[in-house]
């Protein structure tokens, strides 16, 4: 049934587009959308492509198989998702995908790196995505109460707003951890800094990702991070050289994990240069180079109009005169 509504919406999609001159149509995302434009570009027989970034590949994935075949090119996010796409779907020409990192905004040059050491604070986790089962903030709840059995002086503070807020704050009043564990909401992006700024550990404990912003964003400003050896992540957090990583739903690795970087941050040297810092300072060089924003856009740039390159598209000039809402959806 969503198949056949998404086909009818798809025809609407062309309708729309018909008069536009458009030769290609590039969607992100695999989920309903990819399916819309695919039938909309082929009513107006224009080229079709897509990017995959995470969950759409590897939760949800509704007629991938005939999506990518229909596809031009796919472009996907990690070689990791590149390596899956190949693995499942073998008949796939492997030209066809091409892998495009995503990055965050980077300021160059010299930057402040690790906490004030002279005025040891609480010891601060912080952990930011929407409040969504896949992120799995129960279970970064559960080695919060794990944590404050062992003795460990903490606070964790959990950004972002979601479905799951309720079933959370439960678990947190279930576990007695009020004083430690805190629910932020949404928090602007201007706010975002300071946040950062004050967190001794980035936390991630989602169930499935591509290659997290919320991880970029983090090592750009030289913080810690510690996540979960899944898909993407690896290629940007190399263990003890960027951040660290645990073993995929593991409470143990994780509580283990967080204890240990809380006791070599308390016994860094508070005038020199220490391992901590090092890693830090690695982690903004990693983003700098492979993660950073505006350089991928560009290179994604270049590829894209090579791959959907049409000597007669190049001589048209039009543009968008107003803002149409199922076209936002593509």
Not at 106 to 124: I, N, Q, S
Not at 133 to 151: P, Q
Not at 256 to 270: P, S, Y
Not at 285 to 294: A, I, P
Request: neutral net charge; hydrophobic residues 40%.
């Amino acid at each position: 049934m969503k198949a056949l509504l998404h086909t009818l919406l798809g025809a609407y999609y062309a309708v729309l587009l018909q008069e536009r001159g458009v030769d290609h149509v590039h969607v992100h995302h695999g989920y309903f959308g990819s399916w819309i434009a695919l039938v909309g570009a082929r009513l107006l027989g224009a080229g079709f492509s897509m990017t995959l970034h995470g969950s759409d590949l590897l939760l949800s994935g509704s007629y991938l198989d005939t999506k990518i075949e229909s596809s031009r090119f796919c472009v996907t996010i990690s070689e990791y998702n590149q390596r899956y796409i190949l693995e499942h779907f073998p008949a796939v020409d492997h030209g066809k995908i091409v892998v495009s990192r995503l990055g965050v905004e980077v300021e160059e040059g010299p930057k402040t790196l690790g906490a004030d050491r002279g005025a040891r604070r609480t010891f601060t986790l912080l952990a930011v995505g929407r409040l969504h089962a896949v992120k799995d903030h129960a279970f970064l709840i559960r080695a919060c109460t794990r944590l404050r059995d062992c003795g460990l002086d903490f606070e964790c503070w959990i950004a972002g707003e979601g479905p799951e807020r309720r079933r959370l704050e439960i678990l947190i009043r279930e576990n007695r951890l009020q004083g430690q564990v805190t629910l932020l909401g949404h928090v602007s992006r201007s706010q975002m800094d300071a946040l950062y700024g004050r967190a001794d550990v980035v936390v991630l404990t989602s169930r499935s990702e591509g290659i997290p912003l919320v991880l970029m964003e983090a090592m750009a400003r030289g913080r810690i991070v510690l996540a979960p050896a899944i898909t993407g992540i690896p290629e940007l957090v190399a263990p003890g050289k960027t951040g660290f990583l645990y073993a995929p739903g593991a409470l143990p690795d994780l509580v283990g994990k967080i204890l240990h970087l809380q006791k070599t941050m308390c016994a860094e040297d508070r005038n020199g240069v220490s391992r901590l810092d090092w890693i830090r300072h690695a982690a903004r060089v990693q983003v700098l180079h492979n993660f950073n924003r505006g350089k991928n856009l560009n290179q994604f740039g270049d590829r894209f109009l090579e791959l959907v390159a049409n000597p007669e598209a190049a001589t048209q000039d039009w543009s968008c005169a107003h803002e149409d809402f199922v076209l936002q959806q593509i």
